[in-house]
């Protein structure tokens, strides 16, 4: 019995701990979010982001070694919220309704862009790896929602492809190049599904 309550009584403030962790991190990243958008990801600053979110900036280092991992920690979402989107995506819209999907997430997502740039200086973490896993998760959406198999080299590399394509696109878009190209979005997205339905 006694080693039951002593086990229970280390448990508990265990668990508190890593909730009360959870929450702080979680209360972070919003305030990082609020912050990238009101500044631009770019020009976030961890100084800023702790203001934001009512912490000491010293206390930030407990839970992100940096900005780039700060960014690498909002684009990982932003993978999740791409990959559940493109699953819910309709079916019956194969890679045009997926792309469209996928598109118009990645142009709202400045952090995506600015996580490129931040990869060289969280190699090694945490933050690479949750970033990596997430990515892996989106093209995975990305390859079963579109149609593409992605069993074998060639398959990956078609889906890796598809998803640099509509990166770039993303890009071109949320900079205003593509208009000023003369191009729409409908209309390169249809032709990646006829190039990659071929």
């Known amino acids: 019995m006694i080693p039951a309550m002593v086990e229970a009584a280390i448990r508990i403030p265990t668990e508190r701990r890593q909730a009360s962790k959870a929450a702080s991190r979680s209360a972070i990243l919003a305030a990082a979010r609020r912050v990238a958008a009101r ?56 890679l045009a309704g ?46 079963d929602a579109s149609g593409l198999s992605a069993s074998g080299r060639q398959g990956q590399c078609d889906v890796l492809l598809l998803a640099a394509a509509l990166s770039g696109l993303a890009l071109f878009s949320r900079s205003g190049r593509l208009d000023a190209l003369g191009f729409t979005p409908e209309e390169m997205i249809a032709r990646l599904d006829g190039r990659f339905r071929a």
Do not use: H, W
């Not at 770019?42 to 000491?56: C, K, N, P, T, W």
């Not at 280092?61 to 699953?87: I, S, V």
């Not at 990645?106 to 790896?129: F, H, K, V």
């Open 39 to 94: 500044d631009g990801a770019r020009d976030l600053s961890l100084r800023g982001v702790a203001a934001e979110a009512g912490f000491a900036p010293a206390a930030l280092y407990g839970y992100f070694r940096n900005k780039d991992e700060l960014l690498l920690a909002l684009a990982a979402d932003d993978l999740t919220a791409l990959a559940r989107a493109m699953r819910d995506a309709p079916a019956s819209g194969g």
């Open 98 to 143: 997926t792309g469209t999907v996928a598109l118009d997430l990645l142009r709202g997502a400045e952090t995506m862009a600015a996580a490129s740039a931040a990869l060289p200086g969280a190699q090694g973490s945490d933050a690479e790896r949750l970033f990596n896993g997430r990515l892996i998760v989106a093209l995975k959406a990305l390859s």
